[in-house]
């Protein structure tokens, strides 16, 4: 049974830092690459950030870029999103979504099949 289990949300200030985990288990097939999504209220999903497992290469939204770095630990099965300089409108329900199609990154949620429950991020004062 594929699972994905997101942790490390929670309330911080403005321009504080957290860091976020993925860890995944249960995968017959491999997956290729690893990307975290957020979903604020009222809002789309929107992709934020994706690495692929092989090599490490990423890609990030032009919003994080600079402030949000992602990382895996292919020992741990386990994906992490570092998050700095932290703003309000970074408040949102952070997903990590896994994708066993295809090589070539992107924050498109429809390329990734296998998603966690989220866990909630928000900044405020």
């Known amino acids: 049974q594929v699972q994905l289990v997101e942790s490390g949300g929670g309330l911080v200030q403005p321009g504080g830092s957290l860091r976020l985990s993925c860890a995944a288990s249960?995968?017959?097939?491999?997956?290729?690459?690893i990307g975290w999504f957020r979903q604020a209220p009222g809002k789309e999903r929107e992709g934020v950030s994706s690495i692929r497992v092989s090599d490490g290469s990423t890609i990030y939204a032009e919003s994080v870029k600079g402030r949000f770095t992602i990382s895996r630990d292919n020992a741990r099965n386990t994906v992490y999103l570092q998050m700095n300089s932290l703003k309000p409108e970074d408040t949102a329900v952070y997903y990590c979504a896994a994708s066993s199609s295809g090589t070539i990154l992107g924050l498109g949620p429809q390329a990734y099949a296998y998603w966690g429950q989220g866990t909630q991020v928000t900044v405020s004062s």
């Open positions: 249960g995968f017959t097939n491999p997956y290729y690459k």
